[in-house]
């Protein structure tokens, strides 16, 4: 488990410049945060060492006392199907949108989590990285129907990002 920590961390901790070549990531205008917590599926995102050989992979964000946010993912492992946790907390870095965060799950490591799409209902989010090394596709149910995975994968890669990378996760939910 320390090893999925510290993947996670380093991982996370990756240069958040978007190159010479890339025009800046664009987050959604606002989120209410109140709106966003509760539980997420991963329905597809670049593949990372942190969540190498997981399926059924979730976030669950609650608020802290403190008005930070608890994060706690999980995925099975399918090498021996047992389940594992990463717990961290985020914080908001951009208070005037709400939309960028940043995350944290092993001191003193922390990560960029921009909400750059979101549905209307907040039935669906996506969180990227400024430098496009990190993507992930949420929904609030295990499946995604397809028409708006595919309007998704459409805005992607309007935002410069190489939608061929993406891995769905296997969801049994």
């Not at 917590?37 to 670049?46: D, Q």
């Not at 890669?157 to 990378?165: E, F, I, L, Q, R």
């Amino acid at each position: 488990m320390h090893s999925l920590l510290l993947g996670l961390t380093i991982a996370m901790t990756a240069p958040g410049a978007a190159g010479p070549d890339l025009p800046p990531l664009q987050t959604v205008p606002h989120v209410d945060l109140n709106r966003y917590l509760g539980r997420w599926y991963e329905i597809a995102a670049f593949p990372q060492r942190f969540e190498k050989g997981c399926t059924e992979t979730t976030a669950t964000y609650s608020l802290r006392p403190d008005g930070d946010i608890a994060v706690m993912n999980e995925c099975v492992d399918c090498r021996n199907g047992k389940r594992r946790i990463a717990r961290g907390k985020a914080w908001v870095t951009d208070r005037a949108t709400m939309a960028k965060l940043r995350v944290r799950f092993f001191w003193p490591f922390s990560g960029a989590y921009w909400i750059i799409d979101l549905g209307h209902d907040y039935e669906y989010a996506v969180v990227g990285h400024p430098a496009r090394t990190y993507l992930w596709i949420l929904s609030r149910t295990p499946k995604m129907d397809d028409a708006v995975y595919n309007a998704i994968l459409k805005r992607l890669t309007g935002a410069s990002y190489d939608v061929t990378k993406l891995v769905k996760t296997k969801q049994t939910g």
